[in-house]
């Protein structure tokens, strides 16, 4: 069974040490199978490379269309350099 959509608010600076937490909460969220997925980005300070592939594993997922939301500008710098800004939905709020 489906839930029409998810909220989650991620916040600081995140890491190699927050991924498996992530990965874990992230993992049970899908499992959940949203129709969408909203993931808040407005309290982000930092965000590493590790923590960006586990967007890229959730927007990967056919059952659920993955958002961010408020994107702060130092996730779009990674964003671009990464060339990834393309392959997510982006709403600033």
Avoid: K, Y
Wanted: proline share 5%; glycine share 4%; aromatic share 4%.
């Amino acid at each position: 069974m489906s839930t029409p959509s998810t909220v989650w608010a991620w916040s600081g600076d995140l890491d190699s040490a927050d991924v498996p937490a992530m990965a874990c909460a992230l993992q049970d969220l899908l499992a959940q199978h949203p129709a969408t997925l909203t993931i808040d980005l407005g309290a982000v300070t930092f965000m590493e490379c590790r923590v960006l592939s586990l967007l890229v594993r959730a927007n990967n997922d056919p059952s659920t269309t993955l958002i961010l939301r408020g994107v702060p500008v130092c996730v779009q710098r990674l964003l671009q350099a990464t060339a990834m800004i393309g392959l997510f939905r982006i709403t600033a709020t």
